[in-house]
């Protein structure tokens, strides 16, 4: 199967930055997408960024203009996380989707890593 493993996160003060890395392994034939989404206490998890496997990105409308998602050839996505806010504290999680070797759909999710902002 498909394994996702979150890197990046941290304390840092408001105004601040951090860049979170999802490293992708397993038997994956292609990548249609990868995202990150947050979880906040309390709250439910939300959308924060996508990269399509042609390079298209969207954002939500929260991080617009301070976040930015790429990816490498190795299947690595970034989140650069600039200007961060106390409200972008929550546990981000890395999200990918595409199709496995044997050319079954998968989607898979990472275990999440710890952003104080």
């Known amino acids: 199967q498909v394994h996702l493993v979150e890197s990046g996160g941290g304390l840092v003060q408001a105004g601040g930055s951090l860049r979170l890395s999802c490293a992708t392994s397993?038997?994956?034939?292609?990548?249609?997408?990868m995202n990150w989404y947050r979880q906040a206490p309390g709250k439910q998890r939300e959308f924060v960024a996508r990269i399509t496997s042609g390079g298209s990105t969207n954002y939500a409308d929260s991080v617009k203009g301070r976040f930015t998602i790429s990816r490498d050839n190795a299947n690595t996505v970034y989140l650069q996380m600039n200007s961060l806010k106390p409200e972008d504290t929550a546990v981000y999680y890395c999200n990918v989707n595409g199709e496995l070797l044997r050319r079954a759909q998968f989607v898979s999710w990472g275990q999440g890593t710890q952003v104080h902002g």
């Open positions: 397993g038997s994956i034939f292609s990548i249609s997408a």
